[in-house]
T-cell receptor
Framework: DARVTQTPRHKVTEMGQEVTMRCQPI?????VFWYRQTMMQGLELLAY????????DSGMPKDRFSAEMPDATLATLKIQPSEPRDSAVYFCASALTENTEAFFGQGTRLTVV | AQTVTQSQPEMSVQEAETVTLSCTYDTSENNYYLFWYKQPPSRQMILVIR??????QNATENRFSVNFQKAAKSFSLKISDSQLGDTAMYFC??????????FGAGTILRVKS
């Protein structure tokens, strides 16, 4: 059963702490997206990768956020230092190619207190 | 920049009736894809239907069908024989060939018994 796997599912952390969210894309998919979902902003694209290379991270606050793909089976999104306004659900999605639909993980609900 | 507009923040429909959700988009490109995703209370993002811009025939998936008007840049979703399980947030999404996936703000659909 191919699926995108995100860990952790839930994370509560204190302001100023580092947060790392992980995503395992579907095997063989060459495109990975990171989205942030909030009530106010909806689904915002933070960054996306193709064949592990970052193509666009213009939606990401560069001073505190970073996204990487150390290998084809792992994508990471880090926030350092975290702030209460970062509280949201973070989704990872992967696509087989650049011209196919994206499949989403179940999301990481982040709460920064 | 590509934009996707969903002008109906919320809609309601009686069980077994038909409902149409609206979506418009803006692009100067000729080749692209359009999608509808469903997000139930579990928050899992589920692909409902996809449409390739080069195809004139409207896509259908069981009770779900689209009305794709390329010249008008309109992509509405029709749900026939609505069921309680269709209650969810519905997102329209747009992707140019080889580019990022952009979402609209979403429409909350409530199916009433």
């Amino acid at each position: 059963d191919a699926r995108v796997t995100q860990t952790p599912r839930h994370k509560v952390t204190e302001m100023g702490q580092e947060v790392t969210m992980r995503c395992q894309p579907i095997l063989g998919h060459n495109t990975v997206f990171w989205y942030r979902q909030t009530m106010m902003q909806g689904l915002e694209l933070l960054a996306y990768f193709r064949n592990r290379a970052p193509l666009d991270d213009s939606g990401m606050p560069k001073d505190r956020f970073s996204a990487e793909m150390p290998d084809a089976t792992l994508a990471t999104l880090k926030i350092q230092p975290s702030e209460p306004r970062d509280s949201a659900v973070y989704f990872c999605a992967s696509a087989l190619t650049e011209n196919t639909e994206a499949f989403f993980g179940q999301g990481t609900r982040l709460t920064v207190v | 920049a590509q934009t996707v507009t969903q002008s109906q923040p919320e809609m309601s429909v009686q069980e077994a009736e038909t409902v149409t959700l609206s979506c418009t988009y803006d692009t100067s490109e000729n080749n692209y894809y359009l999608f509808w995703y469903k997000q139930p209370p579990s928050r899992q993002m589920i692909l409902v239907i996809r449409q390739e811009a080069y195809k004139q025939q409207n896509a259908t998936e069981n009770r779900f069908s689209v009305n794709f008007q390329k010249a008008a840049k309109s992509f509405s979703l029709k749900i026939s024989d609505s069921q309680l399980g269709d209650t969810a947030m519905y997102f329209c999404a747009f992707m140019e060939y080889g580019n990022k996936l952009v979402f609209g703000a979403g429409t909350i659909l409530r199916v009433k018994s």
